[in-house]
Nanobody
């Protein structure tokens, strides 16, 4: 069994910063790509950022230059540094990863709420 646990969400004022953390645990052989998604009320879930096992990254256009995804493969952990936060960044943020156990699984975390408001 594999578990993804997110942390680091909360309430922040516009222009502020938060750092999300997602740690994977369980019978992990290898983790390939790791991703952060978000879902705002009444909207579809969208891919915010992704990072491959080789360190290549991809970002949603609206967060480029403000968000940074990184990973610590030794700790099976992915991070999302969010700076210059805007009210439109308010959403539940979910961690997602392709994990070999040794069967390949696409796993999701439970989500962490990020609220940007004055």
């Amino acid at each position: 069994q594999v578990q993804l646990v997110e942390s680091g969400g909360g309430l922040v004022q516009p222009g502020g910063s938060l750092r999300l953390i997602c740690a994977a645990s369980g019978s992990i052989v290898k983790i390939n790509s790791m991703r952060w998604y978000r879902q705002a009320p009444g909207k579809q879930r969208e891919l915010v950022a992704a990072i491959t096992s080789g360190g290549s990254t991809h970002y949603l256009n609206s967060v480029k230059g403000r968000f940074t995804i990184s990973r610590d493969s030794a700790k099976n952990t992915v991070y999302l540094q969010m700076n210059s936060l805007k009210p439109e960044d308010t959403a539940v943020y979910y961690c997602n990863a392709d994990i070999e156990t040794p069967a390949w699984n696409n796993s999701w975390g439970q989500g962490t709420q990020v609220t940007v408001s004055s």
